[in-house]
Protein backbone atom coordinates (compact mmCIF):
# COMPACT_ATOMS: atom_id res chain seq x y z
CA UNK A 1 0.00 0.00 0.00
CA UNK A 2 2.71 2.25 1.04
CA UNK A 3 4.31 1.62 -2.50
CA UNK A 4 1.17 2.27 -4.19
CA UNK A 5 1.03 5.80 -2.51
CA UNK A 6 4.37 7.11 -3.41
CA UNK A 7 3.86 5.81 -7.43
CA UNK A 8 0.60 8.11 -7.06
CA UNK A 9 2.24 10.93 -5.82
CA UNK A 10 4.94 10.76 -8.09
CA UNK A 11 2.42 10.10 -10.67
CA UNK A 12 0.53 13.00 -9.95
CA UNK A 13 3.86 15.33 -9.53
CA UNK A 14 3.87 14.45 -12.91
CA UNK A 15 1.32 15.40 -13.91
CA UNK A 16 1.93 18.83 -12.75
CA UNK A 17 4.96 19.30 -14.23
CA UNK A 18 3.41 18.15 -17.26
CA UNK A 19 0.50 20.92 -16.80
CA UNK A 20 2.76 23.48 -16.33
CA UNK A 21 5.09 23.25 -19.50
CA UNK A 22 1.49 22.97 -21.38
CA UNK A 23 -0.51 26.59 -21.01
CA UNK A 24 -1.57 26.27 -24.99
CA UNK A 25 -2.24 23.10 -27.07
CA UNK A 26 0.38 23.79 -28.94
CA UNK A 27 3.16 23.75 -25.80
CA UNK A 28 0.89 20.31 -25.01
CA UNK A 29 2.13 18.83 -28.23
CA UNK A 30 5.69 19.75 -28.03
CA UNK A 31 5.50 18.86 -24.21
CA UNK A 32 4.49 15.22 -25.54
CA UNK A 33 6.81 15.42 -28.60
CA UNK A 34 9.79 16.16 -26.02
CA UNK A 35 8.83 13.19 -24.19
CA UNK A 36 8.65 10.75 -27.06
CA UNK A 37 12.21 12.07 -28.49
CA UNK A 38 13.57 10.99 -25.15
CA UNK A 39 12.22 7.84 -25.57
CA UNK A 40 13.78 7.31 -29.16
CA UNK A 41 10.40 8.30 -31.29
CA UNK A 42 11.08 9.44 -34.86
CA UNK A 43 9.24 12.30 -36.91
CA UNK A 44 7.92 11.37 -39.98
CA UNK A 45 6.13 14.48 -41.68
CA UNK A 46 3.35 13.70 -43.67
CA UNK A 47 4.62 15.14 -46.22
CA UNK A 48 7.26 13.12 -47.01
CA UNK A 49 7.13 9.14 -47.89
CA UNK A 50 7.10 6.65 -44.71
CA UNK A 51 9.62 3.71 -44.97
CA UNK A 52 8.80 2.35 -42.05
CA UNK A 53 10.93 -0.62 -39.92
CA UNK A 54 10.15 -3.52 -37.54
CA UNK A 55 10.65 -2.17 -34.16
CA UNK A 56 11.00 1.42 -35.24
CA UNK A 57 9.24 4.45 -32.80
CA UNK A 58 7.90 7.03 -34.61
CA UNK A 59 5.59 10.04 -34.54
CA UNK A 60 3.14 12.52 -36.48
CA UNK A 61 2.00 15.78 -35.95
CA UNK A 62 -0.42 17.71 -37.38
CA UNK A 63 -1.19 21.43 -36.66
CA UNK A 64 1.22 21.90 -34.47
CA UNK A 65 -0.93 21.09 -31.59
CA UNK A 66 -2.19 17.47 -32.37
CA UNK A 67 0.22 14.37 -31.80
CA UNK A 68 -0.07 10.87 -32.77
CA UNK A 69 2.57 7.99 -31.82
CA UNK A 70 3.01 4.34 -32.90
CA UNK A 71 5.49 1.43 -32.29
CA UNK A 72 6.07 -1.20 -35.24
CA UNK A 73 6.16 -4.58 -33.89
CA UNK A 74 9.64 -6.59 -34.20
CA UNK A 75 8.17 -9.73 -34.96
CA UNK A 76 7.70 -10.88 -38.57
CA UNK A 77 4.31 -12.09 -38.16
CA UNK A 78 1.16 -10.37 -39.53
CA UNK A 79 0.04 -7.26 -37.15
CA UNK A 80 -3.72 -8.17 -36.41
CA UNK A 81 -4.94 -4.89 -35.54
CA UNK A 82 -4.28 -1.69 -33.78
CA UNK A 83 -4.76 -0.78 -30.12
CA UNK A 84 -5.20 3.11 -29.38
CA UNK A 85 -5.79 5.82 -26.79
CA UNK A 86 -7.36 9.15 -27.50
CA UNK A 87 -6.92 12.18 -25.70
CA UNK A 88 -6.86 15.88 -26.61
CA UNK A 89 -4.93 18.89 -26.03
CA UNK A 90 -6.95 22.07 -25.84
CA UNK A 91 -9.30 23.03 -22.55
CA UNK A 92 -11.82 25.95 -22.77
CA UNK A 93 -9.88 29.17 -22.61
CA UNK A 94 -10.16 32.84 -24.20
CA UNK A 95 -8.68 33.07 -27.45
CA UNK A 96 -7.14 36.57 -28.49
CA UNK A 97 -8.38 38.03 -31.61
CA UNK A 98 -6.16 38.94 -34.66
CA UNK A 99 -6.21 42.53 -33.89
CA UNK A 100 -5.48 42.70 -30.56
CA UNK A 101 -6.32 45.98 -28.37
CA UNK A 102 -9.46 47.46 -27.88
CA UNK A 103 -9.37 51.06 -28.78
CA UNK A 104 -10.70 53.81 -27.38
CA UNK A 105 -10.50 53.43 -23.43
CA UNK A 106 -8.88 56.61 -21.92
CA UNK A 107 -8.18 54.81 -19.18
CA UNK A 108 -6.76 51.09 -20.17
CA UNK A 109 -5.33 49.24 -22.28
CA UNK A 110 -7.12 45.92 -23.34
CA UNK A 111 -7.39 43.29 -25.73
CA UNK A 112 -9.55 42.16 -27.43
CA UNK A 113 -10.92 38.16 -26.68
CA UNK A 114 -13.36 35.37 -27.73
CA UNK A 115 -14.38 32.22 -26.60
CA UNK A 116 -13.60 29.16 -27.12
CA UNK A 117 -15.14 26.14 -26.30
CA UNK A 118 -17.60 26.01 -23.26
CA UNK A 119 -16.52 27.50 -20.27
CA UNK A 120 -16.98 28.77 -16.85
CA UNK A 121 -16.46 32.42 -16.85
CA UNK A 122 -17.04 33.79 -13.75
CA UNK A 123 -13.72 31.41 -12.55
CA UNK A 124 -11.78 33.86 -15.34
CA UNK A 125 -12.00 36.66 -13.23
CA UNK A 126 -9.47 38.57 -10.41
CA UNK A 127 -6.74 36.02 -10.84
CA UNK A 128 -3.02 36.60 -12.72
CA UNK A 129 -3.68 35.44 -16.60
CA UNK A 130 -1.11 35.84 -19.21
CA UNK A 131 -0.85 34.49 -23.20
CA UNK A 132 0.90 31.41 -24.80
CA UNK A 133 -0.03 29.81 -28.43
CA UNK A 134 2.24 30.50 -31.12
CA UNK A 135 2.82 32.63 -34.05
CA UNK A 136 3.36 32.64 -37.96
CA UNK A 137 6.60 34.19 -39.02
CA UNK A 138 8.27 35.07 -42.05
CA UNK A 139 11.78 34.69 -42.81
CA UNK A 140 13.50 34.73 -45.95
CA UNK A 141 10.87 33.77 -47.61
CA UNK A 142 9.23 31.13 -45.53
CA UNK A 143 6.78 31.46 -42.97
CA UNK A 144 7.98 29.61 -40.26
CA UNK A 145 5.29 28.82 -36.60
CA UNK A 146 7.31 29.87 -33.15
CA UNK A 147 5.95 29.00 -29.90
CA UNK A 148 5.04 31.92 -27.74
CA UNK A 149 5.18 32.07 -23.87
CA UNK A 150 5.00 35.12 -21.94
CA UNK A 151 5.87 33.25 -18.72
CA UNK A 152 5.08 36.39 -15.91
CA UNK A 153 1.86 37.75 -14.52
CA UNK A 154 0.33 40.08 -17.65
CA UNK A 155 -2.92 40.41 -17.64
CA UNK A 156 -6.20 40.30 -15.40
CA UNK A 157 -10.24 40.69 -16.13
CA UNK A 158 -11.46 42.58 -13.09
CA UNK A 159 -14.90 41.76 -11.87
CA UNK A 160 -17.63 44.91 -11.68
CA UNK A 161 -17.65 45.34 -7.71
CA UNK A 162 -20.82 44.21 -6.00
CA UNK A 163 -22.23 47.58 -5.23
CA UNK A 164 -22.37 48.25 -9.30
CA UNK A 165 -24.32 45.24 -9.61
CA UNK A 166 -26.39 43.83 -6.97
CA UNK A 167 -27.53 40.71 -8.62
CA UNK A 168 -24.46 39.05 -9.10
CA UNK A 169 -24.88 37.02 -6.47
CA UNK A 170 -28.34 35.85 -8.08
CA UNK A 171 -27.55 34.98 -11.13
CA UNK A 172 -25.84 37.05 -14.36
CA UNK A 173 -25.50 36.78 -18.36
CA UNK A 174 -22.03 37.30 -18.80
CA UNK A 175 -21.60 39.94 -22.37
CA UNK A 176 -18.07 38.28 -23.62
CA UNK A 177 -17.14 41.52 -25.48
CA UNK A 178 -18.01 43.53 -22.68
CA UNK A 179 -17.22 41.86 -19.31
CA UNK A 180 -14.57 39.66 -19.86
CA UNK A 181 -12.15 42.15 -22.06
CA UNK A 182 -8.61 41.28 -19.67
CA UNK A 183 -6.65 44.75 -19.09
CA UNK A 184 -3.08 44.54 -20.05
CA UNK A 185 -1.96 47.90 -18.55
CA UNK A 186 -2.55 51.52 -18.21
CA UNK A 187 -3.26 53.96 -21.27
CA UNK A 188 -0.86 55.69 -23.06
CA UNK A 189 2.21 52.97 -21.80
CA UNK A 190 4.65 53.13 -24.57
CA UNK A 191 5.06 50.10 -26.60
CA UNK A 192 1.87 47.44 -27.40
CA UNK A 193 1.04 44.05 -27.82
CA UNK A 194 2.83 43.08 -30.87
CA UNK A 195 5.72 44.80 -29.18
CA UNK A 196 5.36 41.81 -26.56
CA UNK A 197 4.57 39.45 -28.94
CA UNK A 198 8.12 40.26 -31.15
CA UNK A 199 9.82 40.19 -27.92
CA UNK A 200 8.46 36.83 -26.67
CA UNK A 201 8.97 35.46 -29.99
CA UNK A 202 12.31 37.18 -30.59
CA UNK A 203 11.83 38.45 -33.93
CA UNK A 204 10.64 41.96 -35.42
CA UNK A 205 7.17 42.99 -35.33
CA UNK A 206 6.79 43.48 -38.99
CA UNK A 207 7.66 39.82 -39.04
CA UNK A 208 4.54 38.59 -37.34
CA UNK A 209 1.77 37.82 -40.13
CA UNK A 210 -0.72 35.42 -38.09
CA UNK A 211 -1.15 34.16 -34.23
CA UNK A 212 -3.22 31.86 -32.37
CA UNK A 213 -3.12 32.89 -28.75
CA UNK A 214 -4.92 32.32 -25.67
CA UNK A 215 -5.19 33.34 -22.28
CA UNK A 216 -4.15 30.84 -19.55
CA UNK A 217 -4.53 30.80 -16.04
CA UNK A 218 -1.13 31.54 -14.08
CA UNK A 219 -1.98 29.73 -10.85
CA UNK A 220 0.10 26.62 -10.22
CA UNK A 221 -1.29 23.10 -10.04
CA UNK A 222 -1.01 22.11 -6.75
CA UNK A 223 -2.02 19.27 -4.11
CA UNK A 224 -4.89 20.06 -1.44
CA UNK A 225 -7.58 18.13 0.83
CA UNK A 226 -7.13 17.10 4.82
CA UNK A 227 -4.79 14.24 3.91
CA UNK A 228 -3.43 16.11 0.79
CA UNK A 229 -5.65 13.54 -1.30
CA UNK A 230 -6.89 15.72 -4.01
CA UNK A 231 -4.64 18.15 -7.01
CA UNK A 232 -6.09 21.46 -8.58
CA UNK A 233 -4.96 22.79 -11.57
CA UNK A 234 -5.47 24.60 -14.83
CA UNK A 235 -6.52 22.11 -17.60
CA UNK A 236 -6.84 18.79 -16.26
CA UNK A 237 -10.06 18.40 -18.66
CA UNK A 238 -7.89 16.75 -20.70
CA UNK A 239 -4.07 16.52 -19.98
CA UNK A 240 -4.54 14.77 -16.87
CA UNK A 241 -6.33 12.17 -19.63
CA UNK A 242 -3.11 12.79 -22.21
CA UNK A 243 -0.21 12.40 -19.36
CA UNK A 244 -1.84 9.26 -17.86
CA UNK A 245 -2.03 7.19 -21.34
CA UNK A 246 1.01 8.34 -22.50
CA UNK A 247 3.44 6.95 -19.59
CA UNK A 248 1.49 4.13 -20.23
CA UNK A 249 2.70 4.14 -23.69
CA UNK A 250 5.98 4.54 -23.51
CA UNK A 251 5.59 0.93 -21.65
CA UNK A 252 4.08 -0.30 -24.01
CA UNK A 253 6.06 -3.73 -25.80
CA UNK A 254 4.00 -4.40 -29.07
CA UNK A 255 3.00 -8.16 -29.60
CA UNK A 256 0.78 -8.71 -32.43
CA UNK A 257 -1.31 -4.94 -32.63
CA UNK A 258 0.45 -1.81 -33.54
CA UNK A 259 0.34 0.17 -30.38
CA UNK A 260 -0.82 3.86 -31.24
CA UNK A 261 -1.07 6.85 -28.35
CA UNK A 262 -3.08 10.25 -30.17
CA UNK A 263 -3.66 13.75 -28.72
CA UNK A 264 -5.73 15.96 -30.76
CA UNK A 265 -6.67 19.70 -30.61
CA UNK A 266 -10.21 21.13 -31.27
CA UNK A 267 -12.00 18.68 -29.43
CA UNK A 268 -13.77 21.38 -27.22
CA UNK A 269 -15.17 23.32 -30.09
CA UNK A 270 -16.26 19.80 -32.21
CA UNK A 271 -13.14 18.36 -33.32
CA UNK A 272 -13.89 19.63 -36.78
CA UNK A 273 -10.85 21.26 -37.98
CA UNK A 274 -8.17 19.35 -39.86
CA UNK A 275 -6.25 18.15 -36.83
CA UNK A 276 -10.08 17.11 -35.03
CA UNK A 277 -10.66 13.75 -33.98
CA UNK A 278 -13.44 13.95 -36.70
CA UNK A 279 -10.72 14.89 -39.52
CA UNK A 280 -8.86 12.26 -41.56
CA UNK A 281 -5.85 12.57 -39.14
CA UNK A 282 -6.48 8.92 -37.46
CA UNK A 283 -7.55 7.16 -40.51
CA UNK A 284 -4.64 8.79 -42.51
CA UNK A 285 -2.04 7.15 -39.87
CA UNK A 286 -3.54 4.33 -39.87
CA UNK A 287 -4.01 3.32 -43.36
CA UNK A 288 -0.20 4.42 -43.95
CA UNK A 289 1.10 2.26 -41.05
CA UNK A 290 -0.97 -0.63 -42.52
CA UNK A 291 0.36 -0.45 -46.16
CA UNK A 292 3.79 0.17 -44.49
CA UNK A 293 3.56 -3.18 -43.25
CA UNK A 294 2.82 -4.61 -46.57
CA UNK A 295 -1.30 -4.73 -46.75
CA UNK A 296 -4.02 -3.33 -49.41
CA UNK A 297 -7.07 -2.05 -48.58
CA UNK A 298 -8.66 -4.81 -47.62
CA UNK A 299 -5.53 -6.05 -45.18
CA UNK A 300 -6.35 -2.36 -43.63
CA UNK A 301 -10.31 -2.87 -42.94
CA UNK A 302 -9.19 -6.24 -41.35
CA UNK A 303 -7.10 -4.68 -39.20
CA UNK A 304 -9.56 -1.67 -38.05
CA UNK A 305 -12.04 -4.71 -37.85
CA UNK A 306 -9.65 -6.17 -35.24
CA UNK A 307 -8.50 -2.77 -33.14
CA UNK A 308 -9.71 -1.32 -30.48
CA UNK A 309 -9.82 2.77 -29.12
CA UNK A 310 -10.00 4.06 -25.57
CA UNK A 311 -11.30 7.53 -25.63
CA UNK A 312 -10.04 8.81 -23.13
CA UNK A 313 -11.56 12.19 -21.58
CA UNK A 314 -12.12 13.66 -18.18
CA UNK A 315 -15.68 12.29 -16.14
CA UNK A 316 -17.91 14.28 -13.73
CA UNK A 317 -17.65 13.10 -10.17
CA UNK A 318 -20.55 13.72 -7.80
CA UNK A 319 -20.65 16.96 -6.75
CA UNK A 320 -21.02 17.58 -3.04
CA UNK A 321 -23.46 20.13 -3.23
CA UNK A 322 -25.64 19.10 -6.24
CA UNK A 323 -25.53 15.26 -5.28
CA UNK A 324 -29.03 15.67 -7.02
CA UNK A 325 -27.38 16.48 -10.58
CA UNK A 326 -26.04 12.59 -10.98
CA UNK A 327 -27.34 10.09 -11.98
CA UNK A 328 -29.44 8.16 -8.81
CA UNK A 329 -27.01 5.36 -8.69
CA UNK A 330 -23.78 5.40 -10.88
CA UNK A 331 -22.20 8.45 -8.86
CA UNK A 332 -18.28 8.81 -9.51
CA UNK A 333 -15.42 9.93 -6.96
CA UNK A 334 -12.48 11.35 -6.82
CA UNK A 335 -9.91 8.70 -6.42
CA UNK A 336 -12.01 6.20 -7.54
CA UNK A 337 -10.47 4.91 -10.28
CA UNK A 338 -11.28 4.49 -14.12
CA UNK A 339 -14.59 5.62 -14.94
CA UNK A 340 -16.04 3.72 -18.00
CA UNK A 341 -18.46 6.69 -19.76
CA UNK A 342 -22.06 5.31 -21.12
CA UNK A 343 -24.54 6.87 -22.91
CA UNK A 344 -27.91 5.82 -24.68
CA UNK A 345 -27.45 7.99 -27.84
CA UNK A 346 -24.09 6.84 -27.84
CA UNK A 347 -22.30 9.99 -27.30
CA UNK A 348 -20.22 7.73 -25.05
CA UNK A 349 -19.29 4.85 -27.69
CA UNK A 350 -19.22 2.40 -24.68
CA UNK A 351 -21.16 -0.56 -25.29
CA UNK A 352 -21.79 -3.81 -23.24
CA UNK A 353 -18.77 -5.56 -24.90
CA UNK A 354 -16.39 -3.02 -24.70
CA UNK A 355 -16.82 -1.78 -21.24
CA UNK A 356 -16.42 -5.39 -20.43
CA UNK A 357 -13.20 -5.36 -22.12
CA UNK A 358 -12.26 -2.45 -20.02
CA UNK A 359 -13.21 -3.81 -16.73
CA UNK A 360 -11.22 -6.90 -17.44
CA UNK A 361 -8.28 -4.93 -18.05
CA UNK A 362 -8.74 -2.93 -15.29
CA UNK A 363 -8.98 -6.28 -12.74
CA UNK A 364 -5.64 -7.23 -14.96
CA UNK A 365 -4.10 -4.03 -14.20
CA UNK A 366 -4.67 -4.04 -10.30
CA UNK A 367 -6.99 -0.76 -10.36
CA UNK A 368 -10.57 0.14 -9.60
CA UNK A 369 -12.65 1.28 -11.70
CA UNK A 370 -16.65 2.93 -11.30
CA UNK A 371 -19.45 3.87 -13.98
CA UNK A 372 -20.73 7.19 -15.29
CA UNK A 373 -23.67 8.00 -17.01
CA UNK A 374 -25.90 11.08 -17.15
CA UNK A 375 -29.40 11.90 -14.90
CA UNK A 376 -31.87 11.04 -17.22
CA UNK A 377 -33.07 14.36 -17.17
CA UNK A 378 -29.69 16.06 -17.31
CA UNK A 379 -28.58 15.86 -21.05
CA UNK A 380 -24.19 15.26 -21.08
CA UNK A 381 -21.81 16.28 -23.36
CA UNK A 382 -20.02 14.23 -25.99
CA UNK A 383 -16.25 13.53 -26.23
CA UNK A 384 -14.12 12.34 -29.58
CA UNK A 385 -14.44 8.70 -29.31
CA UNK A 386 -17.66 8.43 -31.69
CA UNK A 387 -15.96 11.41 -34.09
CA UNK A 388 -13.15 9.64 -34.30
CA UNK A 389 -15.29 6.65 -34.91
CA UNK A 390 -17.13 8.23 -38.24
CA UNK A 391 -13.31 7.80 -40.00
CA UNK A 392 -11.91 4.71 -38.33
CA UNK A 393 -15.02 2.19 -37.47
CA UNK A 394 -13.65 0.28 -34.45
CA UNK A 395 -14.97 -0.81 -31.23
CA UNK A 396 -14.75 1.43 -28.53
CA UNK A 397 -14.98 2.32 -25.25
CA UNK A 398 -15.33 6.04 -23.43
CA UNK A 399 -13.42 6.30 -19.97
CA UNK A 400 -11.64 9.09 -17.66
CA UNK A 401 -10.75 10.36 -14.30
CA UNK A 402 -13.23 11.83 -12.16
CA UNK A 403 -13.19 15.60 -11.49
CA UNK A 404 -14.85 18.92 -9.91
CA UNK A 405 -15.30 22.41 -11.42
CA UNK A 406 -15.17 20.78 -15.33
CA UNK A 407 -14.16 23.59 -17.62
CA UNK A 408 -13.55 25.84 -15.00
CA UNK A 409 -10.05 28.11 -15.06
CA UNK A 410 -9.11 26.04 -12.25
CA UNK A 411 -10.42 22.27 -11.56
CA UNK A 412 -10.46 19.86 -9.23
CA UNK A 413 -9.51 15.37 -9.51
CA UNK A 414 -7.99 12.70 -7.47
CA UNK A 415 -4.10 12.77 -6.56
CA UNK A 416 -4.19 8.99 -7.08
CA UNK A 417 -6.17 8.52 -10.67
CA UNK A 418 -3.58 9.54 -13.16
CA UNK A 419 -1.34 6.45 -11.98
CA UNK A 420 -4.49 4.19 -12.26
CA UNK A 421 -4.81 5.25 -15.56
CA UNK A 422 -0.69 4.75 -16.46
CA UNK A 423 -1.11 1.32 -14.80
CA UNK A 424 -4.49 0.93 -17.38
CA UNK A 425 -2.59 2.04 -20.08
CA UNK A 426 0.52 -0.05 -19.55
CA UNK A 427 -1.77 -2.80 -19.45
CA UNK A 428 -4.01 -1.81 -22.60
CA UNK A 429 -0.55 -1.46 -24.91
CA UNK A 430 0.91 -4.88 -23.48
CA UNK A 431 -2.18 -6.82 -24.13
CA UNK A 432 -3.48 -8.41 -27.85
CA UNK A 433 -6.72 -8.31 -27.50
CA UNK A 434 -8.38 -10.19 -30.62
CA UNK A 435 -12.20 -10.65 -32.17
CA UNK A 436 -13.50 -14.09 -33.19
CA UNK A 437 -16.24 -14.09 -36.04
CA UNK A 438 -18.63 -14.78 -32.74
CA UNK A 439 -17.84 -10.86 -31.26
CA UNK A 440 -16.00 -12.60 -28.54
CA UNK A 441 -12.22 -10.81 -27.43
CA UNK A 442 -9.51 -12.71 -26.56
CA UNK A 443 -7.28 -11.36 -24.25
CA UNK A 444 -3.80 -12.34 -24.42
Same mark, same amino acid.
Given at each position: MEKELLNCREAALGLLEFISESPSPFHAAASIEKRLRQAGFVLLPEYERWNLERGGKYYVMRGGSSIAAFLIPEMEEEIRGFQMICSHTDSPAFKIKESFELKGDPYYRKLNVEKYGGMICSSWFDRPLSVAGRVMVSQEGRIVPK???IDRNLLMIPNLAIHMNREINDGF???IQQDLCPVLG?????GGF?????????VPEEEILG &??????????? /? @?????????????????????GSLMGFLK???GRHVPVFCAFNNEE &??????????? /? @?LQDLLKRISRSLGGDEEDYIRRVANSFMLSADNAHAVHPNHPEKADPVNRPVMNGGIVI??????????????????KLLCRKAGVPWQVYTNHSNQPGGSTLGNLSNMQVSQSSADIGLAQLAMHSAYEMAGAEDVYYLQRLAEVFYNTDLNTEEDESVILA
Open positions: LVHRYQEAGEKLELLAEAAQ &TDLYLYNRQKG /T @FWGQEQEFIASPRLDDLQCVYAVP &TGSLSRQGAAS /T @FKYQAEQKYTTDARSGAVV
